[in-house]
């Protein structure tokens, strides 16, 4: 166990600097050695992780490929829309892959993206494809943080003929023991507000069409991403069922491309690349499962929304780590 003082510095830090932090769990050698929650959130209570849902998703993506869903990432995006209208003179857009969804190097028709556009139409699948593509280079880091992944969500709807929550359910969710139950309809901005702060709310959003998000959406508890965490640590295996293969392990968290919008850092497909040891699923709040494989830890961090919140990276690297490296 982490020593008592150290647990007592870590709450005080958490207290003062990470206020909207609602649930931490701690694991090293496949054992937990901290567990907290804060804020009248429970062992039970889920809360929507942001951004932490594309993580998942690839997880879904590489999962399709294993069961030869997909053929491979560089199969083209429109392959899996043959329906969808190009415009005369399109050419970028038809030669975009599945690659450049998931390493955030597709280009896009906007500078900043629309995001009123994703949550009020009624199609956001056709919303995204009409936005992608454009005179800007391929190749180039630039994230999506809505339109990319929902095109993903069209492509395995497309490949696997499932509801994508009965795809997960079936070969992620409920192998890990992780309850989502059911899909999250928002159809006003106040019934999103409602159940952003619900600490009942359990489920996935879907949107008009029926289809799950995956740039958000998606909630948790700390003991669901830590089971996600640990089974990425473990290259896939999961009580002696491999549930996705570890070379796609190996590759989501390996570099793909390279952020630097916000500072410098590694990307590889929809996971943030923190060291050459550890890899981080994040989202909006400060939500974030954190990988180091050098430790053999995982380490599982809930919040509720705030704007501009602590750097939770930071907190982990610098007092969370150096914690477990004194464990009794």
Known sequence: MIKRE??????????????????????????????????????????????????????????????????????????????????????????????????????????????????????????????????????????????????LSGILTNVTKQHILDFANQHLFLPLGINVPKDITLRSQAEHIAVMNDKLTRGWVADPQGINTASWGLFLTPSDMMKIGQLYLDGGLWQGDQLVSASWIDESTREQSRCTQWGDIGYGYLWWLIDENSFAAMGDGGNVIYVNVKSKSVIAITASFMPNAQDRIALIKKVIEPMLDVIE
Do not use: W
């Not at 050695?33 to 009248?40: L, M, N």
């Not at 969808?84 to 970028?92: A, C, D, F, M, S």
């Open 6 to 151: 150290h647990i007592k510095a870590l709450e005080s830090v958490i207290k003062r600097d990470h206020e909207n932090i609602t649930g931490m769990i701690i694991q090293q050698d496949g054992q937990m050695v901290y567990e907290g929650y804060a804020d009248g959130y429970q062992a039970n209570s889920a809360v929507h992780v942001a951004s932490v849902t594309k993580s998942v998703f690839s997880i879904l993506i590489g999962i399709a490929i294993d069961k030869g869903y997909l053929q491979s990432i560089d199969q083209r995006v429109l392959d899996f829309f043959p329906d969808y209208k190009v415009l005369p003179g399109e050419e970028t857009i038809q030669k975009i892959t599945i690659r450049h969804l998931l390493t955030m190097t597709a280009p896009y028709k906007y500078e900043t993206e629309p995001y009123e556009k994703f949550f009020t139409c009624e199609n956001p699948v056709d919303a995204a494809l009409d936005l992608l593509g454009g005179h800007k280079p391929i190749g180039v880091f630039h994230y999506a943080a809505i339109g990319g992944p929902q095109i």
